[in-house]
Antibody
Framework: EVQLVQSGAEVKKPGESLKISCKGS????????IAWVRQMPGKGLEWMGI????????RYGPSFQGQVTVSADKSTSTAYLQWSSLRASDTAIYYC???????????????WGQGTQVTVSS | QSALTQPASESGSPGQSITISCTGT?????????VSWYQQHPGKAPRLIIY???NRPSGVSNRFSGSKSGNTASLTISGLQAEDEADYYC?????????FGGGTKLTVL
């Protein structure tokens, strides 16, 4: 069974750094792209970025380029999303989602993590 | 780039059919058959219900169907049930990027 298990809720102050995680199991982690998706309170889904754990090739959405860093450790089957300096506007639920197999040029997100609530408040 | 365009809300009575549209451009929906749809109930993670324009994952009711014409994709839900009340998001892959629609809140009257 494919599973993506995310790290727990975080409460941080503006300016602090943060790294949240997403551990995959039940499949060959290194061969599927993994995406991060933001959902701000009461709002829709926004694609932040995506990584191919096999070689760490990464792509970012224009609104998130330079704002966050996506990484992955294929030895532990874990993807990460990190901030160097949080803002109150980063308050949101963050989902990881398994994308397509490496032999495909694109696709869909068939499995999602449970979400990580990040709250940034002074 | 802008998100894909969906109506903010739709509604229907039990047993009826509704269609949610998702409009993109010739650079995304119009070119790629990597259109997918997700259902999200309050407080839950999104769930894939349609992939590659019109395919249903195992376990998804055949009341859900998808199609595409030009730059617009559509999700049709037939025989509406109370449990279908949720938010629905379309998604399209394009070269080196992914776009989501703004979401449609479906109310079952």
């Amino acid at each position: 069974e494919v599973q993506l298990v995310q790290s727990g809720a975080e409460v941080k102050k503006p300016g602090e750094s943060l790294k949240i995680s997403c551990k995959g199991s039940g499949y060959t982690f290194s061969r599927y792209w993994i995406a991060w998706v933001r959902q701000m309170p009461g709002k829709g889904l926004e694609w932040m970025g995506i990584i191919y754990p096999g070689d760490s090739e990464t792509r970012y959405g224009p609104s998130f380029q330079g704002q966050v860093t996506v990484s992955a450790d294929k030895s532990t089957s874990t993807a990460y999303l990190q901030w160097s300096s949080l803002r109150a506007s980063d308050t949101a639920i963050y989902y990881c989602a398994r994308g397509w197999l490496d032999i495909q040029p694109g696709g869909f997100f068939g499995h999602w993590g449970q979400g990580t609530q990040v709250t940034v408040s002074s | 780039q802008s998100a894909l365009t969906q109506p903010a809300s739709e509604s229907g009575s039990p047993g009826q059919s509704i269609t949610i549209s998702c409009t993109g451009t010739s650079s995304d929906v119009g070119t790629y058959n990597y259109v997918s749809w997700y259902q999200q109930h309050p407080g839950k993670a999104p769930r894939l219900i349609i992939y590659d324009v019109s395919n249903r994952p195992s376990g998804v009711s055949n009341r859900f169907s998808g199609s595409k014409s030009g730059n617009t994709a559509s999700l049709t839900i037939s025989g509406l049930q109370a449990e279908d009340e949720a938010d629905y998001y379309c998604c399209s892959y394009a070269v080196s990027r992914v776009l989501f629609g703004g979401g449609t809140k479906l109310t079952v009257l």
